[in-house]
């Protein structure tokens, strides 16, 4: 993978180990040339991994919508950032510069970008891996979500099998390295009674 979207938080959190997680996986694009992009902010889980990327030259795209950019959260030390009109323009325009997607925790907004990836991979529309890094069991309510909607009929398990999770930054990026998207199939689930 050349480049990778990473979603996550404009907060740190409370636990210093998810900052740690944000560096760990940006030493990780440094040491094996993967350029990031990103939300384009400052602050937060964006701002170390951005930081961490470029304090080692490494490349870093930030694309982030003028709302945004007017709310001084903006990274100024990001050369290539690309102000779009709207959230929705965002996604979109990652979606066309990267070869993957991660993400780590952060709130609504990060799941919002999960799950409509998934929500693309799932349609057959986006082939690309899409990995969850669950440091700290972070994800590990919404992947019993997951199962639930599944034993509800709600989601097929092929669909869920979409997001590639792991604990370590070094088991995901293998995972996603080794990653082949399904061929295509029923796109609706339907359930018999």
Known sequence: MKRVVVFCGA???F???YKEAAAALGNYFVRHQIGLVYGGAKI???GIIADTILAEQGEVIGVIPSL???EEVLHSGVEEMIICKKMSDRKV???KLVDGYITLPGGFGTLDELFEVLTLGQLHIE?????LLNINGFFDALLVQLDKMIAE???KKDNKELLIVATSVEQLMKKMNNYSAPENGN???KVVS
Do not use: A, D, R
């Open 68 to 70: 945004l950019e007017k």
């Open 153 to 155: 009929g709600y989601l």
């Open 127 to 131: 082939k690309k891996p899409i990995g």
């Open 15 to 17: 636990n210093p180990i």
């Open 44 to 46: 937060g889980m964006m």
């Open 93 to 95: 325009i990652m979606s």
């Open 11 to 13: 907060s740190l959190g």
């Open 187 to 189: 796109v609706i689930h």
